[in-house]
């Protein structure tokens, strides 16, 4: 999906983001139940709101989008909308509930290497170069903009698998490196759904009747284009181990905070307090250079929201020198580091045992958002949709009660 200069200039920036959310609500939101799986190629055209990569840092967060958009639509105009935000929140929690679901999939990963060098299949289909015309303008556009429609996704990832027959690992994993919004969880997990893993037996297999009637038929195929139905792996059952959210910080005299590239929504921070900021992208699994640019300019962004907004008192840090951190806890005489808890992800591990490294006392904080609706992801999204009514009827300053 091809994006323009302001869109990206704009994204990266709480103000942006929240100026793209307006321009979506006025514009696009009152059809976006009847049009959100059309996929017409461009941000312009299409009528879904591309706030994820913003959402998937906390740019601007979940609770701020509902807020806002229940200002000017009933719940009921809207329902699609809300559910779809709160995917991103459910696959969050059900990884939270299955953390072993990521390593899982980083273990397999090395399994896969064989392929990247003896698959020719492989190496064509991550080039654009495969002659599926679809495929290859969805890899161009990956490549170039660090973006695709959600139903290009699933479309990119059935055919990844069922048609190409290449392992969904590497298909996950070349998204997570080249998507400006992947995320540990909602990237793993979508492709796993894909698989037919996520729920047990069932699969997406796409068609191209299905990709025509949302391209606008777009796109020319092969008279065999028929997607094969294959077992992708096993199916393994992960029990659920959740433990109860909530925020550990103790009443120390002198707390500061430490903001990372997950999570730029400063709401745990008290005004005027020391904080330090990450500078740089943490990059250990091989993200691409615009996912890596991206994820340098929000932090630029966020860096300068927080001195002009939140405190004066703002250091920097890179993960390649974590003693700043010693730094400057000693400078500020800081008793406790308090940080929004890490996900399960690059920093559920790194964050804590540099902490331990450093001798330095930390504390974790949690989003409202996340304890409300988190507890409710242990089983399918359904459990959870049950629930979104009863969550955020306070945006609409009324009780929202379920049809069943």
């Not at 321009?23 to 009152?30: E, M, P, R, V």
């Not at 962004?301 to 008192?313: D, M, T």
């Not at 974790?364 to 609706?373: G, R």
């Amino acid at each position: 999906m091809k994006l323009d200069s302001h869109y990206f200039s704009s994204i990266i920036s709480r103000n942006g983001a929240k100026e793209l959310l307006e321009n979506f609500t006025d514009q696009k939101l009152a059809n976006y139940k009847s049009k959100r799986n059309f996929d017409y190629g461009s941000y312009e055209k299409n009528f879904v709101s591309a706030l994820s990569p913003a959402l998937s840092r906390r740019i601007i967060t979940e609770k701020e989008v509902i807020k806002h958009v229940s200002s000017q639509f009933s719940f009921a105009q809207i329902e699609k909308f809300v559910d779809e935000i709160c995917w991103r929140t459910y696959w969050k929690g059900w990884l939270e509930h299955r953390p072993a679901v990521w390593y899982d999939y980083l273990s397999k990963l090395e399994n896969f290497e064989d392929v990247k060098v003896n698959n020719p299949l492989y190496n064509k289909s991550i080039e654009g170069n495969t002659g599926l015309e679809c495929f290859d303008s969805w890899v161009k556009d990956l490549l170039e903009f660090g973006y695709l429609h959600n139903h290009s996704r699933m479309w990119f990832a059935s055919i990844w698998i069922f048609y190409f027959n290449l392992p969904w690992q590497l298909g996950a994993e070349f998204f997570y490196q080249n998507l400006i919004d992947a995320d540990s969880a909602s990237n793993t997990l979508s492709w796993r759904w894909v698989a037919g893993l996520q729920t047990q037996g069932k699969k997406y297999i796409t068609y191209r009747e299905n990709i025509d009637r949302f391209t606008d038929s777009r796109f020319s195929f092969p008279d065999n284009f028929i997607l094969s139905d294959r077992e992708t792996d096993n199916y393994v059952y992960y029990e659920p181990n959740y433990q109860v959210l909530e925020n550990n910080a103790t009443k120390s005299k002198n707390i500061g905070y430490m903001v990372v590239e997950d999570d730029l929504s400063f709401e745990n921070i008290m005004k005027d307090s020391p904080v330090i900021i990450q500078s740089e992208s943490y990059n250990p699994f091989g993200q691409s250079e615009n996912v890596k640019s991206f994820s340098d300019r929000a932090l630029e962004s966020a860096l300068e929201n927080c001195k002009k907004n939140i405190s004066k008192n703002v250091a920097t840090f890179k993960w390649s020198n974590v003693e700043k951190i010693n730094d400057w806890v000693n400078t500020n005489k800081i008793d406790e580091v308090e940080i929004i808890s890490p996900t399960v992800g690059k920093f559920e591990k790194l964050i804590p045992s540099t902490f331990k490294k450093l001798d330095v006392k930390s504390s974790y904080f949690f989003h409202d958002w996340d304890k409300l609706f988190w507890k409710h992801a242990d089983k399918g999204f359904f459990k959870l949709k049950k629930n979104i009514k009863t969550i955020v009827s306070p945006f609409w300053n009324m009780p929202l009660f379920n049809s069943d």
